[in-house]
C-alpha cells in the first residue's frame, strides 16, 4: 500500500503538483530527521541541515528514481550517504560529543519510542561511542525497523556485514551498559 502511496505521489510530483511534494515531506520528514539527529550525536541543528539536504538532494533527483524497489529504501540511502559525505568532509571532533551530552537530556523525548525513559539519555550515548558503521547498522534496525537485506542494500554492503555489524554493535552496546537485564530482541 505504502508503495503504491508513494508511486502516486512522485507522478504527481513528477507533473508539478506542489501539494504532493509536500505530502511527501510531511509523510518522511520525521523518519529522516530521527535517523540524521542518531547519527549527529544528537546535535538538533546539524540534523536539521542534514535532513534539509537530503530533502533537497532528493527533489533534484526524483526524476530518476526507477518503482524497481521501495522508495523509503531509496530515500534512506541519500540519508546515509548525505551522513556518510558530511562526516567524511569534516573531521568529528569528540570534544564536540561531550558538549552535546547535556543537550541530549533535552531530547530524550525522541528515544523513548525504543527504551524506557530511564535508558533513553543513556543508550544515546553509548551509541554514539560505536564505530560510525555499527551505530548506522543499528539505528536503522532498532529505531526505523529496517530488515538486514535492506540495511545492506542501503548501506551498499553484503548482507552478512550487515549483519555482522548489528552483532558487534550489539555486543560492544551491552558491554557498554554492563547490564544484565537489557536485551535487544
Excluded at 555489524?165 to 536485551?183: A, P
Aim: net charge negative; with cysteine.
Amino acid at each position: 500500500m505504502t508503495q503504491l502511496r508513494d508511486y502516486l505521489l512522485i507522478r504527481r510530483i513528477r507533473a508539478g503538483d506542489d501539494d504532493a511534494w509536500e505530502e511527501l515531506v510531511n509523510l518522511y520528514y520525521g523518519t529522516i530527521y530521527s535517523y540524521c539527529f542518531r547519527r549527529c550525536y544528537g546535535q538538533r541543528q546539524l540534523a536539521e541541515d542534514l535532513t534539509q539536504e537530503i530533502f533537497l538532494k532528493l527533489i533534484k533527483n526524483l526524476e530518476h528514481f526507477q518503482f524497481t524497489g521501495k522508495f523509503f529504501n531509496y530515500l534512506f540511502t541519500i540519508a546515509v550517504n548525505t551522513c556518510n559525505s558530511y562526516y567524511q568532509k569534516k573531521n568529528f571532533d569528540y570534544a564536540e560529543l561531550h558538549e552535546n551530552i547535556a543537550e541530549q537530556a533535552e531530547n530524550e523525548a525522541a528515544l523513548k519510542h525504543l527504551v524506557a525513559a530511564d535508558t533513553a539519555e543513556e543508550l544515546q550515548i553509548y551509541l554514539d561511542e560505536l564505530p560510525d558503521m555499527q551505530r548506522e547498522a543499528l539505528i536503522l534496525k532498532y529505531f526505523h525497523q529496517l530488515k538486514v537485506k535492506e540495511i545492506a542494500k542501503i548501506t551498499e554492503v553484503s548482507v552478512p556485514t550487515a549483519q555482522s555489524r548489528i552483532n558487534q554493535g550489539l555486543s560492544k552496546l551491552k558491554k557498554m551498559l554492563d547490564r544484565e537485564e537489557f536485551h535487544f530482541e
